[in-house]
């Protein structure tokens, strides 16, 4: 769960004890073979001896100690939105990234009905081998009229989809350089790809082009990759001059709009739209299906040559199943009524402006959010994180700690995620309740 510095003594003191009674000072105990079977330390014929789930056991201890709640994993019984249930009591709801309240809408339920009953529910195979379905294809062609683009392809897994594109269009004899706070599906992609990388500091196009300025010439192709909308945060890049230094510098430039896309421009198109710049002039637009098309998986829209590669080559694509009529009727009723009524979206950036504005009237600390649909309240550490979230469960407000190592401890926070349905009495009793939480604390 979380690691607080003040804890640490403690913390250290328990996994000394645990690593005691598991006797690793004794070879002798720990090592079982037959005479003529090679010796294996007993540690590693169990995951319970696993170092991951070692750290899982002492955070629950140390929770338990605290008498500190465990904020993950509780279940949700009903739709959640802007409300949820929890155990028979509604919560105001801030865990959820329906973003534009379409997740449950009536045409996006028939819609799916209609879908399964002429389809079925999966489509059983990769394309490749069971070939295209038109709700495929349909989705596809109008992901890419968002973007402008020649055409688009979608992942059952948004994560998937980062991790499987990067890593397909990038090897050994290229360069990818990317802001040090993108998801970690760009990361993992990173990593795969055997590409030279580096991180560029957040939102610092200075650090980007020194860095390209450096290393250019040392490699064949060059990727710059960010965020739309940086989940985490809440803020965007400067997207107008990352465009500038992807031409002056000839590289290619990757946007992930897993939080952008119906919650930034007029009409919700994203970056591109909250901009006005030619979509045009990004080689990969990535999104996921999952939060404001209410759906699951991913895409990626851009030239055909691109989408191609993809198709025949992207592991997330070839040896997965393709995506099923359920969950692609979803996407595209959500992008059509995300299109049809801009007023949706409008909501959403005014719930989010009062989010940020109300927060800081109290003078909580929102980091470097804009108000759209991220807003943090920065607390300084994992400790005063949790602690936060378990008391607004019980004052009625559903929000998640995010915590070390997910961030910077200093950096440790409550991540309020906003959508198009919350009401100004609901923002406004929330920052009302945080607020005094935290002055009571001393927070």
């Known amino acids: 769960m979380f690691n607080p510095p003040k804890f640490s003594g403690i913390l250290n003191s328990i996994i000394k004890e645990k690593s005691e009674k598991s006797g690793d000072d004794s070879e002798a105990r720990d090592l079982i073979a037959e005479d003529s079977q090679p010796k294996v330390n007993r540690k590693f014929t169990t995951f319970s001896e696993h170092p991951l789930f070692q ?11 605290f008498h500190v709640e465990d904020p993950f994993f509780r279940q949700h019984e009903l739709l959640t939105g802007a409300m949820t249930r929890i155990d028979g009591r509604d919560y105001i709801n801030y865990s959820s990234y329906n973003y534009l309240g379409l997740n449950n809408s009536k045409e996006v339920n028939e819609a799916v009905i209609k879908a399964v009953e002429t389809h079925g529910t999966s489509v059983g195979a990769s394309r490749l081998v069971a070939g295209e379905r038109p709700f495929q294809r349909t989705l596809e062609k109008k992901l890419a009229e968002v973007y402008q683009a020649e055409d688009a392809v979608v992942f059952v897994s948004g994560h ?9 269009l990038f090897g050994a004899k290229d360069l990818i350089i990317y802001d040090a706070l993108v998801h970690n599906s760009i990361i993992e992609g990173i990593k795969l790809s055997g590409s030279a990388h580096f991180p560029y500091l957040h939102n610092d196009c200075t650090s980007l082009e020194n860095l390209l300025k450096k290393n250019r010439q040392n490699y064949e192709r060059v990727l710059v990759v960010t965020e739309g909308l940086f989940s985490m945060d809440g803020d965007v890049p400067d997207l107008p001059e990352l465009i500038r230094l992807k031409k002056k510098y000839g590289c290619f430039l990757m946007i992930d709009e897993a939080h952008s896309l119906g919650v930034l421009g007029k009409t919700g198109r994203g970056v591109y739209e909250y901009y006005g710049v030619n979509p045009n002039d990004v080689d990969l637009w990535m999104g996921t299906l999952s939060k404001t098309l209410a759906s699951c998986g991913g895409y990626i829209a851009g030239s055909q040559d691109i989408i191609d590669i993809l198709k025949y080559n992207a592991p997330g694509f070839v040896f997965s199943v393709g ?23 409008e909501r959403l950036q005014k719930n989010g402006r009062l989010f940020l504005e109300t927060a800081r009237s109290f003078n909580l600390n929102t980091g470097k959010s804009i108000g759209y649909s991220v807003v943090p309240i920065i607390t300084g550490s994992s400790r005063k994180a949790v602690w936060l979230s378990a008391a607004m469960f019980k004052e009625g407000v559903n929000v998640q700690p995010i915590i070390h190592p997910a961030v910077e401890e200093q ?5 309020f995620f906003i959508t198009s349905e919350h009401t100004k009495e609901q923002i406004v009793k929330t920052c009302e309740i945080l607020s005094s939480l935290c002055k009571n604390e001393g927070i």
């Open 55 to 65: 750290k899982i056991s002492t955070m629950r201890t140390l929770a338990k100690t």
């Open 323 to 345: 995506m099923s009529a359920p969950m692609a009727a979803a996407a595209e009723t959500s992008l059509s009524l995300m299109l049809e009524n801009p007023e949706r979206v």
């Open 411 to 415: 950096q440790a926070r409550l991540r």
């Open 160 to 168: 998937a989809t980062n991790i499987s594109v990067i890593s397909t």
